[in-house]
């Protein structure tokens, strides 16, 4: 059994490597094929895990991550009509719910691969939102073999939405185990708060936006901040907004590498993001969150050390008068949802 995955970004890379980890612990070959999508940052955190280029093929050629949605839509367009001349037998494995997620499900239906999807089942209430991601993980639902569910309401979702085979309940996200593979709990000597935001539903609305800076003003009027910028944020920031906040102690930095990543977070006071990983990383780590969304099709740490923000300033200030309210222990899911897939794949295959 060989394993081809498909990926556009780092995020999706993240999650999967612990199941690329326990397949090779088992010695079942693997590829990751890239989309293109997020070109650069992908290949960063590859090589943040140790993964050699040769393991990676790149059918769609891309040289810079994408910043705009227009350079988006020129991007899939390519990708889509990419004939995947890599396959020649074996399981496709998408994750989540980019564009890149939807591309590798097609890609599958076009040489008639069975398909696995990681973390499918989430759903939002609302069609439209998050943009696009809720209406990519629908339509990923309707083509693929598997569906690799973190939990009985994921998998619950999918059996509301007809689908009554292939659903496999993991326990929990893959992310866990990233998670447990390079966090070092405890707490830095300064208490920063971190920040991380990268969706587009939130750069394209100037109501959302400016709540967003107004939050990250009210912050560093009370500890430094750190915001690690995405590529589609750093082109968003006015500079002299930037250079305004920089004086006020606000370090920006660009995009990290997962292991540097996850040690910053597990040494922040709090995060103040609009990422559905980041809610899951800090459910994990028992770290405070304020999530800048109206929703979240993800249940960890929603009510606990989670708050969806809704974008209603009151919750906002009442976050930010007493992040320390919203700490808890660290929590994870007590079997390893990676050993769960390749168990179940490796018994379907």
């Keep these: 059994m060989k394993l081809w995955f498909v990926a556009g970004t780092a995020a999706e890379l993240i999650k999967i490597y612990p199941v690329l980890q326990e397949a090779s612990n088992r010695g079942l070959p693997w590829k990751i094929v890239s989309t293109g999508q997020s070109p650069v940052n992908l290949v960063k955190q590859a090589a943040d895990f ?18 705009t949605t227009g350079a ?6 390519r990708a889509w009509r990419n004939k995947p001349l890599w396959y020649d037998d074996g399981i496709i494995l998408v994750h989540g719910d980019t564009l890149s997620t939807l591309v590798g499900a097609h890609w599958g239906k076009v040489v008639g691969a069975k398909v696995a999807h990681v973390e499918a089942g989430l759903r939002s209430p609302n069609l439209f939102s998050p943009f696009p991601e ?8 309707r083509s693929v073999t598997w569906h690799m569910a973190p939990g009985p309401g994921a998998a619950n979702n999918l059996r509301a939405a007809g689908i009554t085979s292939g ?6 996200n893959t992310l866990a185990d990233s998670v447990r593979l390079f966090s070092a709990p405890g707490k830095s000597a300064w208490p920063f708060a971190l920040v991380n935001i990268h969706r587009f539903e939130n750069l394209r609305s100037n109501a959302k936006w400016k709540m967003i800076l107004k939050t990250v003003e009210k912050t560093a009027a009370r500890r430094p901040v750190t915001w690690v910028l995405h590529p589609q944020t750093k082109a968003k920031l006015d500079p002299k907004w930037r250079t305004e906040m920089t004086a006020r102690g606000v370090t920006f930095v660009d995009r990290l590498p997962f292991s540097i990543f996850i040690k ?43 708050l969806l923000s809704k974008f209603i300033e009151e919750r906002v200030d009442e976050f930010l008068e007493d992040p320390s309210r919203y700490g808890r222990s660290t929590g994870f899911p007590r079997q390893s949802p990676s050993k769960i897939i390749v168990d179940a794949l490796a018994a379907e295959a």
């Design 72 to 77: 988006a839509l020129r991007w899939f367009a």
């Design 50 to 67: 140790a993964i050699p280029p040769s393991e990676i093929l790149t059918p769609v050629s891309s040289e810079r991550d994408l910043e």
């Design 134 to 141: 809720e209406i990519n993980r629908r339509l990923v639902s």
């Design 167 to 172: 659903i496999i309940d993991t326990g929990g």
């Design 264 to 306: 910053l977070l597990s040494e922040a006071s709090f995060l103040i993001s609009d990422g559905g990983s980041n809610q899951e990383e800090c459910s994990y780590l028992g770290l405070p969150c304020l999530l800048m969304r109206n929703e979240s099709e993800r249940e960890e740490g929603l009510g606990q050390n989670n």
